[in-house]
């Protein structure tokens, strides 16, 4: 949902909560099937870790039930603060704030039965002690779930024009930010390096034309984002506007597709 910094590099502002909303149900499906493999269950504690305005814990808190805990812990108190009016709105007492970073966050030892991250792990500087600090909040049994980037499959068809170069681009652009965003690949031997085993591993692209949710959730990141990499100096103002043009094209183009880059769902569990 969001990175592990107010200093977010994708925006803390009301543009990117919508960009949330809308992202969220398009991938939505993907993280629900995770769910369902996952075996969530009613009574279990979760953590929902950058939480973001709270659109996955909304989902996890319909399958642990009114037994169950959500704790949703987000660095961002605007996001937070969204979230927490909603759940007053909604009369719902088991769901828990916490208004942090993961690594200086006060987390219960031993706890949780399922600590969750959607697009969070990719943006952290330091993937090791992001992830022993959940660790040590997990209980034995319990599952780590992680759903995130490995960067490569982004494309447009037809290729050959400026777009083409965009998933180095956006790499770079993690890069920028202290991020990974090949960071799903480094998961499993992260899990058995502090007694996890992975217990699924399993990769997603969505694909669609322009009248498709995927490639208008495309079309909300890179029409602001692009910019942002030619003031990062990642690209130049004219490569920008280049891509731009390239977007707008295929956009138009009854015949064109968009093709996600690769999410990938990893989960290990603590023995």
Not at 40 to 54: E, F, H, M, T
Request: aromatic share 12%; glycine share 10%.
């Amino acid at each position: 949902m969001t990175g592990q910094s107010t200093a977010y590099l994708l925006g803390i502002n009301q543009e990117e909560l919508e960009r949330l909303r809308f992202q969220h149900g398009v991938w939505g499906g993907v993280t629900n099937d995770f769910f369902e493999r996952l075996k969530i269950s009613a009574g279990q504690k979760c953590l929902d870790v950058g939480a973001g305005p709270g659109f996955v814990s909304m989902d996890l808190r319909k399958r642990v039930g009114e037994m169950g805990e959500i704790t949703a812990l987000e660095p961002s108190k605007m996001y937070l603060e969204w979230f927490q009016q909603h759940a007053k709105k909604n009369g719902w007492t088991n769901v828990k704030f916490i208004n942090a970073v993961v690594e200086e966050a006060e987390l219960p030892k031993r706890y949780y039965d399922l600590i969750f991250a959607r697009w969070v792990i990719a943006f952290v500087p330091d993937a090791e002690k992001f992830l022993t600090k959940l660790i040590s909040a997990l209980r034995p049994g319990g599952i780590i779930a992680i759903q995130d980037y490995y960067y490569e499959g982004l494309s447009l068809f037809p290729r050959g024009g400026a777009f083409d170069r965009m998933a180095e681009v956006v790499r770079a652009y993690y890069r920028s930010g202290g991020g990974d965003a090949y960071i799903t690949g480094r998961i499993p031997a992260l899990f058995r390096k502090y007694g996890l085993r992975t217990i699924d591993f399993s990769p997603h692209s969505l694909a669609g034309g322009s009248d498709s949710g995927v490639m208008e959730w495309a079309h909300r990141f890179f029409t602001v984002h692009t910019q942002h990499m030619v003031d990062k100096k990642l690209i130049t103002q004219g490569e920008g506007d280049a891509v731009i043009a390239d977007w707008h094209a295929h956009r138009a183009d009854p015949d064109a597709r968009f093709f996600s880059p690769i999410v990938v769902d990893v989960a290990g569990v603590l023995p």
